[in-house]
């Protein structure tokens, strides 16, 4: 079964500046995709950006960017330029790229809050 | 377009009491996912939809659970008798399709159960 950790519970930073926050998982398929996903307290999941693992390039969308290590399993997403609407809870997650039953359920870490301070 | 609407927004019951949730995908997507979200976690999926066929509900506890989606638009997830442990946010998901296609969320259900 494929696992998702995310080992920093909280995170803070100034605004303007920058953080990282970390992402490791467990999979012994080939294919797949990540995805970073942002909550904010209305609940609603935003996707951020997304990554296929058959892409070496890392995804980036305007601010955010990822550090995709394939080999060491680690996904980590940077958010450049912070501004106080990106404080949320962040969670990462898993999909399957192929699967035969049809399901393509997300599996999904336990979440980083990150503050961003004035 | 619309996104994805659920209601209830929040819902108070006792232990044993049954209760229902809604949801209606965004017009034209296929799949829906109901996921479980228990306070300091990540949501886990309970059961995914293509149109009104179920693909997986591997973790879906059937001994309470129940969830349909007729005529394979609005879906409702239900759950008889309610345990102390079922306290979560339930989210309601669809895709277009379900490879390749992002889901979208719906605000949730906040279910505490006293």
């Known amino acids: 079964a494929q696992t998702v950790t995310q080992s920093q519970p909280e995170m803070s930073v100034q605004e303007a500046e920058t953080v990282t926050l970390s992402c490791t998982y467990d999979?012994?398929?080939?294919?797949?995709?990540l995805f970073w996903y942002k909550q904010p307290p209305s609940r609603q999941m935003i996707l951020v950006i997304r990554q296929e693992a058959y892409k070496q390039q890392n995804a980036t969308e305007n601010r955010f960017s990822v550090n995709f290590q394939k080999a060491a399993k680690s996904f980590s997403l940077k958010i450049s330029d912070s501004q106080l609407g990106d404080a949320a809870m962040y969670f990462c997650?898993?999909?399957?790229?192929?699967?035969?039953?049809?399901?393509?359920?997300?599996?999904f870490g336990k979440g980083t809050k990150l503050s961003v301070i004035p | 377009e619309a996104g994805v609407a659920q209601s209830p927004r929040y819902k108070i019951i006792e232990k044993r009491q049954s209760v229902a949730f809604w949801c209606n995908p965004i017009s034209g997507h296929a799949t829906l996912y109901w996921y479980q979200q228990i306070l300091g976690q990540g949501p886990k999926l309970l059961i995914q939809?293509?149109?009104?066929?179920?693909?997986?509900d591997s973790q879906l506890p059937k001994d309470r659970f129940s969830a349909e989606r007729l005529k394979g638009v609005d879906s409702t997830l239900k759950i008889q008798p309610a345990k102390l442990e079922d306290s979560a946010v339930y989210l309601c998901?669809?895709?277009?399709?379900?490879?390749?296609?992002?889901?979208?969320f719906g605000p949730g259900t906040r279910l505490t159960v006293t």
């Open positions: 997650a898993y999909r399957p790229a192929y699967s035969g039953a049809g399901s393509y359920q997300l599996t």
């Open positions: 998901a669809s895709s277009l399709g379900a490879g390749l296609d992002e889901q979208y």
């Open positions: 939809f293509q149109n009104n066929g179920v693909v997986d």
């Open positions: 999979t012994s398929e080939s294919d797949y995709y």
